[in-house]
């Protein structure tokens, strides 16, 4: 009986750690993932604002372009 007793804790156990790590896993994957699609949307809203600021610039360029044939 003792020995079943011992037993059945150390099974216990295992499958306790079992769902520890694979927890761990499934939360570190997890927190990977968020990691990467948060690099990914600000690496594209940096890229939205230099395509706005470039077109900023054009602009201004072509405003000095045509400010002194207008005066």
């Known amino acids: 009986k003792r ?3 011992k037993e059945v804790l150390q099974k216990a156990i ?3 750690n079992n769902f520890s790590k694979m927890a761990e896993e499934k939360l570190t994957t997890k927190m990977e993932a968020i990691k990467e699609n948060r ?14 600021d470039k077109k900023l610039e054009e602009i201004r360029k072509g405003k ?3 400010e ?3 005066d």
């Open 3 to 5: 020995e079943h007793e």
């Open 14 to 16: 295992e499958e306790n």
């Open 39 to 52: 690099e990914a949307q600000m690496a594209a809203k940096l890229e939205r604002l230099r395509e706005k």
């Open 64 to 66: 000095e372009c045509k």
């Open 68 to 70: 002194p044939s207008e």
